[in-house]
């Protein structure tokens, strides 16, 4: 019998078991009249079965504890789904005992019957990991088909938390990914069905990251639970996106700075303003929010911008701010800042290396288009 300890007798459902029984041993003489291969020796699948004849008989005593009898019964209705354990193991010995009895068959026949059809890769086997529900002869009498199919009933190869732990996160798709975090799939739809829906929504990680809860229990078969671990996961991921960069980083150029800033900026719903601090090799210093504006506007006096800059000596500086529409093009507002700004750092001695624009996309450099006036009146 199975471990665990006894819980209480659990008998198995009602069920036509002899018209079962005749109908597997059927298929099983059927599956036999074609030429044997190899695959076809006895005890091929390491189900330990005699192949010689339909009516071979288990070689060793029947296991009735063994997951492909249980699945088998479950599948088919016989094992009620809250039985577990000794007493899953007892049902499914409750009801080859009744196959066997209403056939007048001894019971490890019809347990070499049964085992051969659910076990391995042998010509018999139909009801294994991934079940051959079209050619299976009892279909007509199993509850299987009417249940859709879970994760855990697709191949171990097949199944997304496997495959990340033999081959990395690099060999799942985007939609796989989001099944792990989404762990179980709702009464109609597995969890990769979920995360198909949830992404052919919202299109993108990005705009799944700044949609509500609200907006995400929209989608059919996600609820507050499967939102909060979707929010959770992605806001791990922006976090460790956004983390600053280390004192002595050296900024290399415009996309350099764009792809750092665009993940500690992307989705925000207010324009936010920074102040990189650098030393004369444009080294970072440090970084430091500056203002925190409306939906369209950040309000910055350039004594607040360069405060810190002055206090920690720092020989240049690049401020960036978002535009939440995701457009990054100035308005007339940025470029009046741009150039008080530049007037600023010429007055304190301090050069605006650039001020860079972050849209969701891409961004706007004052300095790639000529547009900061440097000390002197001469354009960067």
Do not use: W
């Not at 819980?7 to 099983?28: E, F, M, V």
């Not at 499914?92 to 019957?113: H, K, S």
């Not at 052919?200 to 705009?207: C, E, K, P, V």
């Not at 150029?253 to 792809?259: D, I, N, V």
């Amino acid at each position: 019998m199975g471990a665990g300890a006894p819980q209480g007798k659990c008998s198995a459902r009602t069920k036509p078991y002899g018209l079962i029984c005749d109908a597997l041993r059927a298929h099983r003489g059927t599956a036999r009249a074609r030429p044997l291969t190899a695959d076809d020796a006895p005890g091929a699948g390491g189900c330990g079965v005699a192949e010689d004849s339909p009516s071979a008989v288990q070689t060793e005593p029947p296991r009735y504890d063994r997951p492909e009898l249980i699945r088998f019964f479950r599948r088919l209705g016989a094992i009620p789904r809250g039985c577990r354990g000794r007493r899953a193991a007892e049902a499914a010995e409750d009801a080859v005992t009744r196959m066997a009895a209403e056939r007048a068959l001894g019971p490890a026949e019809a347990y070499a019957a049964l085992l051969a059809f659910c076990c391995g890769d042998g010509p018999d086997a139909r009801c294994g990991d991934a079940p051959r529900c079209a050619e299976c002869p009892v279909s007509g009498y199993c509850d299987y088909p009417e249940r859709r199919l879970t994760i855990k009933d697709l191949p171990a190869t097949e199944r997304p938390r496997e495959r990340l732990l033999q081959s990395g996160e690099e060999s799942l798709s985007d939609v796989e990914l989001l099944a792990i975090t989404i762990r179980t799939g709702s009464q109609e739809a597995t969890a990769l069905e979920l995360a198909g829906r949830l992404l052919s929504r919202f299109g993108s990680f990005r705009r799944l990251a700044t949609a509500t809860a609200g907006e995400l229990t929209q989608v059919r078969g996600i609820g507050p639970a499967k939102a909060s671990q979707i929010k959770a996961a992605l806001a791990i991921a922006r976090r460790y996106a956004s983390e600053r960069m280390s004192p002595g980083t050296a900024i290399t150029g415009s996309e350099q700075l764009f792809r750092y800033m665009r993940e500690k900026l992307y989705g925000l719903k207010k324009e936010h303003f920074y102040t990189l601090l650098l030393d004369t090799k444009h080294r970072i210093i440090r970084e430091e929010q500056v203002a925190v504006g409306s939906l369209n506007e950040s309000v910055v006096h350039p004594r607040e911008a360069f405060s810190s800059a002055v206090r920690d000596s720092a020989a240049k500086v690049i401020f960036v701010h978002n535009h939440p529409s995701g457009n990054p093009e100035p308005s007339p507002e940025d470029r009046r800042l741009t150039a008080r700004l530049c007037q600023a750092g010429s007055l304190v001695g301090i050069q605006v290396l650039d001020h860079m624009i972050v849209g969701h996309e891409t961004y706007f450099s004052f300095a790639e288009h000529g547009l900061l006036e440097q000390p002197g009146g001469q354009p960067s």
